[in-house]
């Protein structure tokens, strides 16, 4: 009895160390990322800026990401259309669809898929990047040039995130909004001008700054994470392919759970 109890007591007590040194990773883990972010946009700010390195970076992640942003932009539209459509119908509500897309793409799906887009192609190409930088050790060489590889690396690519994501979503919700006209109009033959005179009397600017606000902090998040985990990325091709993982996972996480909590405030 006595080795029973003695047996039930050592299983709580490990998994009680389990989950301190958990909670203990994960708090060091945060920490980490949150002084890393701070040191970032630090070195983002202070002049002077590496404006051909920040260009570059914009043509990286803009027009890099033109091709898969328009493509899912067209088929989230024509699927809006299509769904709005049918469902407008039950309530004799039709004229309603060129509103129910373009909210439905302004407020959320423009910001929230362009992000997710962007994350995978060029989030997971930057972690990778500087994740072969640093099991190479030219992040080392850089430390030993007296070069900041935080201000050479990283800031130019979170400024570029800033002004690329933001057009990014403005094209995705252009796009999709054609794309649910071509649907909605051309197929189902719903109304040309009821389409486009509801969507100009029901979007108001409140929706289109919410969106920009919303695809601006996505930026900042994606590059943010995907710069980290290439940065602390562990030696050798599996650290870079784990850190390349992680970076997309976490990005993705944060998006939607960041999306959530601005969508409560704005």
């Given at each position: 009895m006595?080795?029973?109890?003695?047996?039930?007591?050592?299983?709580?007590?490990?998994?009680?160390?389990?989950?301190g040194s958990g909670f203990l990773d994960w708090l060091q883990e945060t920490g980490r990322m949150g002084l890393f972010f701070g040191e970032a946009i630090l070195a983002g700010i202070r002049p002077p800026y590496k404006?051909?390195?920040?260009?570059?970076?914009?043509?990286?992640?803009?027009?890099?990401?033109l091709f898969v942003i328009l493509l899912t932009a067209s088929f989230t539209g024509m699927?809006?259309?299509?769904?709005?459509?049918?469902?407008?119908?039950?309530?004799?509500?039709?004229?309603l669809l060129g509103?129910?897309?373009?909210?439905?793409?302004?407020?959320?799906?423009?910001?929230?898929?362009?992000?997710?887009?962007?994350?995978?192609?060029?989030?997971?190409?930057?972690?990778?990047?500087?994740?072969?930088?640093?099991?190479?050790?030219?992040?080392?060489?850089?430390?030993?040039?007296?070069?900041?590889p935080i201000r050479h690396l990283v800031a130019p690519k979170m400024i570029a995130g800033?002004?690329?994501?933001?057009?990014?979503?403005?094209?995705?919700?252009?796009?999709?909004i054609y794309g649910g006209y071509l649907?909605?109009?051309q197929l189902l033959g719903v109304g040309s001008g009821s389409y486009f005179s509801g969507m100009e009397g029901s979007v108001v600017f409140d929706d289109i700054y919410g969106g920009i606000i919303k695809s601006v902090s996505f930026g900042l998040i994606l590059t943010g994470v995907a710069c980290y985990k290439g940065?602390?990325?562990?030696?050798g091709a599996e650290g870079v392919s784990r850190a390349t993982?992680?970076?997309?996972?976490?990005s993705s996480v944060l998006i939607l759970i960041w999306d959530y909590f601005l969508t409560s405030i704005l």
């Open positions: 006595k080795e029973d109890s003695k047996t039930k007591r050592a299983v709580v007590q490990a998994g009680l160390r389990g989950l404006g051909g390195r920040i260009i570059r970076q914009v043509h990286f992640i803009g027009v890099g990401s699927v809006l259309g299509l769904q709005g459509y049918y469902t407008l119908r039950k309530f004799q509500a039709e004229g509103s129910a897309v373009a909210l439905s793409l302004i407020r959320e799906l423009g910001p929230v898929l362009s992000a997710l887009m962007v994350t995978g192609r060029a989030g997971s190409a930057m972690t990778a990047e500087i994740g072969i930088m640093r099991i190479t050790e030219q992040i080392d060489a850089l430390d030993a040039m007296a070069i900041d800033l002004i690329a994501v933001p057009l990014l979503t403005s094209l995705f919700d252009l796009v999709g649907v909605g109009v940065y602390f990325a562990k030696q993982t992680e970076s997309v996972v976490l």
